[in-house]
């Protein structure tokens, strides 16, 4: 008996030390597989699985997760929240800071002010996004969101740290937050296209209205869709050669500019490599490449360098980010390719997760058009007509070709 009990206290230690070593495993960090070590805190895990912030976290380089356990959920789940609501409540809960169990007990001045998920996913407002931290007395360490105004809930004890990467600990009980449990219109219930067009999107709104495009959005709403919108200043540019699309090439077009995914922007910044959009279909590839530095997303196609300026609504499985120019897929915009001197992006590119083929399409785009002649293709580089205007030098052969070069240049780097 004595025996026996012996050996399960050294097994719990053992296993306790395992858990608690530190970076065993850690090549960029995996909430899921951490909290997983801890079966009281399930709830608070499955539910930063199904709101997606397990990605957003594991794509942070520094981070605090607030964990609490699943007696602390009850309470939160018995509010019956959208799953948008328990999003942005979950997300006040993760600190962009490392905060291990040490710094928390040594805050300069004794309180301190963190930025969490929630705000900096836009949806709060003022300081509802921070949390105050403060040293009490007794050693104790109190934890309140700034709307909730005080001290909701206290460290409990430290789960896992790994210096300065990830910092998970436990706290008392959810945070009281009234603005991230707000109720938020489901996304099925928005309106995109008067969204876009209420936010400088107006010109790519409209296009999408009179084009069967609309319904290949709707139809993949539901089931996950990321927008790629241009700012009105670049459709307007970009006008012209709209006009000289085909119905089914204004209809791929506007298809490109949607991935039948939900890619948060987090995500995004994790992904670099090839996309598959909602024109993909069978032969006609429009994919693109996503590539980032940390900092900027751009949108890559053989002729166009696209960053996404601005997020019109991230609510899952929604997301509407703004972008600078209009995204020209080569299946459609071929001869400005032919006098291209840049490299290809695309060719070495790793794969991104992505679909290898959209879902719910309702439609099959029409063959790109092939030759030269077509009306979707013009003669002087479409690049040029986002940026610069070559028109001037282009009553010259040869000098044509150079100012195609050279507009690409420009619009590959003057960012
Ligand atoms: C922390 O993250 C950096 C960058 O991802 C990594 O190089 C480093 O090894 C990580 N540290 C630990 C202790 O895992
Ligand atoms: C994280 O861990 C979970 C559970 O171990 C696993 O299912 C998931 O694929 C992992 N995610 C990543 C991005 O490695
Ligand atoms: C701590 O308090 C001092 C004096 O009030 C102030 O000057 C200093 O900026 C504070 N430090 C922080 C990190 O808040
Ligand atoms: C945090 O809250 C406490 C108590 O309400 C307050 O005294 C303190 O000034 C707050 N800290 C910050 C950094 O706002
Ligand atoms: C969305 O708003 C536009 C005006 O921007 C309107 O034409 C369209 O009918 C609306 N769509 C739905 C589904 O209500
Ligand atoms: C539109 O097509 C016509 C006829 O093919 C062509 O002459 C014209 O240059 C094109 N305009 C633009 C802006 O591409």
Redesign the pocket.
């Known amino acids: 008996m004595q025996l026996r009990s012996t050996a399960t206290v050294a097994a719990v230690l053992v296993s306790v030390l395992v858990v608690l070593l530190p970076g065993a495993t850690v090549e960029g960090h995996n909430i899921t597989a951490i909290l997983a070590k801890f079966p009281e805190f399930s709830t608070f895990n499955h539910y930063l699985t199904i709101t997606h912030l397990a990605d957003d976290i594991n794509n942070r380089q520094t981070i605090t997760v607030c964990a609490v356990n699943n007696a602390g959920m009850s309470d939160l789940l018995s509010k019956h929240l959208s799953v948008y609501a328990m999003k942005n409540v979950l997300s006040l809960h993760v600190l962009l800071d490392y905060f291990g169990a040490k710094k928390l007990h040594q805050i300069t001045n004794g309180t301190a002010l963190a930025a969490t998920m929630f705000q900096a996913t836009g949806t709060a407002s003022g300081s509802s996004g921070f949390v105050n931290i403060t040293d009490l007395k007794g050693g104790k360490v109190g934890f309140g969101s700034e709307d909730g105004g005080g001290t909701d809930a206290t460290f409990v004890k430290s789960l896992q740290e790994v210096p300065y990467n990830i910092s998970v600990i436990q706290i008392s009980s959810m945070l009281p937050s009234a603005e991230a449990e707000a109720p938020t219109p489901e996304p099925a219930a928005v309106?995109?296209?008067?969204l876009?067009?209420a936010h400088g999107c107006k010109f790519f709104?409209e296009a999408l209205?009179a084009s069967a495009a609309m319904k290949t959005y709707?139809d993949n709403i539901d089931g996950g869709l990321t927008v790629f919108c241009p700012l009105d200043d670049a459709f307007k540019g970009f006008a012209p050669k709209y006009k000289n699309l085909t119905v089914g090439g204004k209809q791929s077009l506007l298809e490109f500019h949607g991935v039948p995914v939900y890619q948060s922007m987090s995500m995004l910044k994790s992904s670099n490599g090839l996309m598959n959009t909602l024109a993909t279909d069978g032969a006609n590839k429009y994919d693109f490449t996503v590539q980032n530095d940390g900092q900027e997303v751009t949108i890559k196609t053989r002729l166009v360098t696209s960053k996404i300026v601005g997020t019109l609504i991230d609510q899952q499985p929604l997301v509407i980010f703004t972008i600078n120019k209009v995204l020209l897929p080569k299946e459609l915009f071929k001869a400005a390719l032919s006098p291209a001197p840049a490299p290809a992006p695309e060719a070495d590119a790793p794969t991104a997760e992505s679909p290898k083929s959209s879902k719910k399409k309702k439609h099959k785009s029409p063959p790109a058009p092939a030759s030269s002649d077509s009306p979707a293709d013009s003669p002087d580089g479409d690049v040029a007509d986002q940026q610069t205007d070559s028109n001037d030098a282009a009553e010259i052969k040869g000098f044509r070709f150079a100012a195609v070069a050279l507009s690409f240049w420009f619009a590959y780097f003057a960012m």
Request: glycine share 0%; no cysteine.
């Open positions: 309106n995109i296209t008067s876009m067009s709104a209205l709707e």
